[in-house]
């Protein structure tokens, strides 16, 4: 698409323009996203979700129909901007699982982006340049001829109208109490909370009270204490950064000539990879991460992952020197793998996030996680297209030429992720919920929620 732009001057800048229209849309959801995460404190998860979703319809469209590259930059950027839905949708589903499907939940999230891998990608690369691939059904000179990119685009935007239908029906998760809560922490002197507040626990034993309308101006001071909170987030973010660089750079790998260190793959080849890898994550979640986070524990989990991702990562370039069925076999099960254990780590770090903060704070939490992982994504593919397009200049370069350097750094963001998650930075508190009221029995936290779900 950046290459029909005709905006760069050689072969080797158009992965700097693409990482470019590939960080537009992070870098407008990393502007707003704790916004979005307020609202969906303040007045539901619901009405924050089936929005984000309304914008994708219009602004995907809008994208699939640019003629020019700043066209197609501020329609990605717009729609980063006014989609908030993600933060809100990890709350809602922690909220509807009880503890022992809570890694399900998230996992299921998980999933359903790996099905967008199965399905974005050949969409992307079967149905772009339809009159180029299917000039019986498309002809020259045809709408799809004239906007080549349109039609893939318009699939999506239909694929997200039917989510919007389906949002208006989903019920509504955030708790508002309409009676008072006699509360006595800790055998203190009692105290009566008046109704439809929100309340919140501090370090220690101290209870913060506020109206659902001024949460934040009371909460602020917790949540910026809240070491747990901060430390998963951050987590989040650095591998928010590497994984957003891996994506772009694995593509940008795939589809370059030979002669510049790439597999010289058309589009369609690399939906195929694509799509096959987003099957075996979606098995791989439904099937096994639940189970595997439940024995092991999220930070375990995150551990062993990003210890395995440092030597795969930095083996990829290896792959370039074998061809026909070995360079699909290894390439396949190289992407395959790194995907799993990608998906291992973001799950885990969804699971940590939600703990660390009760439910009257997810939505900010999980905003907050957004905008620094957002702002990560946004960063990711732009450094990844600058930094590709240096590595094809530097193919005879001493000390790891080509992509060797490309794979190298990859690498070394993950390393940098793993010290983070080892104690005194990352708690072992955060494998378990922070109690919504500790001083209330268990089992009737469990039936209040349970029976406050609305359609509203």
């Known amino acids: 698409m950046v290459r029909d732009f005709g905006i760069a001057k050689s072969e080797t800048r158009i992965s700097t323009y693409a990482g470019f229209v590939g960080a537009a849309l992070m870098f407008g959801r990393a502007l707003t996203s704790i916004f979005w995460g307020m609202l969906a404190d303040i007045y539901g998860r619901k009405p924050v979700m089936v929005f984000g979703t309304a914008t994708i319809v219009v602004f995907n469209t809008l994208f699939g129909f640019s003629k020019s590259f700043w066209l197609a930059l501020i329609s990605r950027f717009l729609m980063g901007l006014l989609n908030g839905m993600l933060g809100p949708v990890r709350a809602y589903v922690s909220e509807i699982c009880t503890l022992e499907y809570q890694a399900f939940g998230l996992a299921m999230v998980a999933t359903m982006w790996a099905v967008g891998l199965i399905i974005g990608p050949a969409i992307g690369g079967y149905l772009s340049q339809p009159s180029d691939k299917y000039p019986s059904l498309f002809p020259s000179g045809s709408l799809f001829d004239q906007f080549p990119y349109a039609l893939p685009c318009l699939c999506i935007s239909v694929a997200a109208f039917l989510g919007v239908i389906v949002g208006l029906f989903l019920p509504e998760t955030l708790h508002k109490h309409d009676r008072s809560v006699e509360c006595n922490p800790c055998n203190s002197e009692k105290k009566f909370v008046p109704k439809d507040t929100v309340i919140s626990i501090k370090e220690g034993n101290d209870i913060d009270i506020a109206t659902s309308r001024t949460v934040y101006l009371s909460f602020n001071k917790i949540k910026w204490k809240n070491k747990g909170m901060i430390s998963s987030i951050f987590l989040y973010f650095i591998w928010g950064l590497h994984d957003m660089a891996y994506s772009e750079i694995f593509s940008l790998w795939a589809v370059s000539p030979k002669q510049y260190g790439g597999l010289g793959l058309t589009t369609?080849?690399?939906?195929?990879?694509?799509?096959?890898?987003?099957?075996?994550?979606?098995?791989?979640?439904?099937?096994?991460?639940?189970?595997?986070?439940?024995?092991?524990?999220?930070?375990?989990?995150?551990?062993?992952?990003?210890?395995?991702?440092?030597?795969?990562?930095?083996?990829?370039?290896?792959?370039?020197?074998?061809?026909?069925?070995?360079?699909?076999?290894?390439?396949?099960?190289?992407?395959?793998?790194?995907n799993i254990l990608s998906a291992c780590i973001i799950t885990?770090?969804?699971?940590?996030?939600?703990?660390?903060?009760?439910?009257?704070?997810?939505?900010?939490?999980?905003?907050?996680?957004?905008?620094?992982?957002?702002?990560?994504?946004?960063?990711?593919?732009?450094?990844?297209?600058?930094?590709?397009?240096?590595?094809?200049?530097?193919?005879?370069?001493?000390?790891?030429?080509?992509?060797?350097?490309?794979?190298?750094i990859l690498a070394v963001v993950a390393l940098v992720s793993l010290i983070f998650t080892f104690e005194p930075i990352l708690p072992k508190s955060l494998l378990h919920p922070l109690p919504e009221r500790p001083w209330e029995d268990v089992t009737t936290q469990k039936l209040e929620r349970s029976s406050s779900f609305t359609l509203g």
């Open 348 to 408: 885990g770090n969804f699971i940590l996030i939600n703990n660390s903060v009760v439910i009257s704070q997810r939505g900010f939490a999980n905003g907050v996680s957004m905008s620094l992982a957002s702002f990560g994504r946004a960063v990711g593919p732009a450094c990844a297209g600058t930094l590709f397009s240096w590595a094809q200049e530097r193919l005879d370069s001493w000390f790891l030429p080509g992509m060797w350097i490309v794979f190298f």
């Open 268 to 338: 369609s080849d690399v939906g195929t990879i694509l799509s096959v890898s987003g099957f075996v994550l979606l098995v791989f979640q439904l099937v096994a991460f639940a189970p595997l986070a439940n024995r092991f524990g999220a930070i375990q989990l995150i551990q062993c992952s990003i210890v395995i991702t440092l030597p795969l990562v930095v083996v990829f370039p290896l792959i370039q020197t074998t061809d026909g069925v070995t360079l699909w076999s290894l390439l396949i099960s190289a992407n395959v793998i790194k």
